[in-house]
């Protein structure tokens, strides 16, 4: 049986070296770190735009920040500039990013804020179970959806069900992508308990953090 995290690697493998040759030719200022900076940026405007109800606007600032996260580290592979200190930024805009446009569909009144809350919640859980289980058990598969892949059924989808964007395709939207996100919550947790069930007592076995990030920065904190 094909897993998830097979396939999404498989995709994502085939995307960077169909880009490869499009990436070597952008300036010398679309570096990483201005992709990465430029990905917080576009998700406040969105969450901005959320809260005041400008939810075209919002979408496709959203689409801008997604774009420029995905092409953050592929920028940094190809100009051999990657680092553990770039992956740890791109990490913190990412989590900041989210919390910032979550908090922009929360406080714009007009979505079920159950559900802006609960996808909050397992996008947390899903990071910190996600860079755990990489640390003492060298488990490095995310599970049923990561968080570029939040964005993507969150904006396409919405896209999908309505030409013209409105309240009832944002929600559907929301609520597909929560429960995606509950899925992927409760997958890792029945992960980790058969783990710990499955593991010894030697705490030897538990990676330092600095060598876990240089083993495969990628793995523990892109994507989340």
């Known amino acids: ?11 994502r493998s085939k995307l960077e070296k169909a880009s490869y040759p499009y990436l070597l030719h952008l300036p010398d200022f679309i570096s990483p770190t201005v992709l990465t900076w430029g990905n917080l940026l576009f998700s406040i405007i969105a969450g901005v735009a959320f809260a005041f109800q400008y939810f075209t606007l919002a979408l496709i600032l959203l689409t801008s920040a997604f774009l420029c996260d995905s092409l953050d580290g ?7 500039k990657s680092s553990v200190s770039g992956y740890y930024l791109d990490s913190g805009v990412d989590r900041l990013g989210e919390a910032v446009w979550l908090y922009g569909l929360f406080v714009s009144g007009v979505f079920p804020q159950n559900a802006v809350f609960l996808l909050a919640v397992s996008a947390f859980l899903i990071n910190y179970f996600r860079v755990q289980q990489a640390r003492v058990f060298r488990v490095h598969d995310p599970g049923l959806m990561e968080k570029g892949e939040r964005n993507i059924y969150f904006g396409f989808l919405t896209l999908g069900l309505s030409v013209s964007i409105n309240i009832q395709a944002l929600t559907l939207s929301l609520w597909f992508v929560c429960i995606l996100s509950i899925a992927t919550t409760l997958q890792l947790f029945r992960r980790g ?3 710990t069930r499955n593991s010894g007592t030697d705490v030897t076995q538990i990676i330092d953090t600095q060598d876990l990030l240089e083993e495969s920065p990628d793995r523990i904190l892109g994507g989340t």
């Not at 049986?1 to 995709?11: H, K, L, P, W």
């Open 193 to 195: 308990v058969i783990l």
């Open 74 to 80: 592929m920028v940094a592979r190809v100009r051999n």
């Open 1 to 11: 049986m094909v897993s998830m995290s097979f396939i999404r690697e498989n995709t």
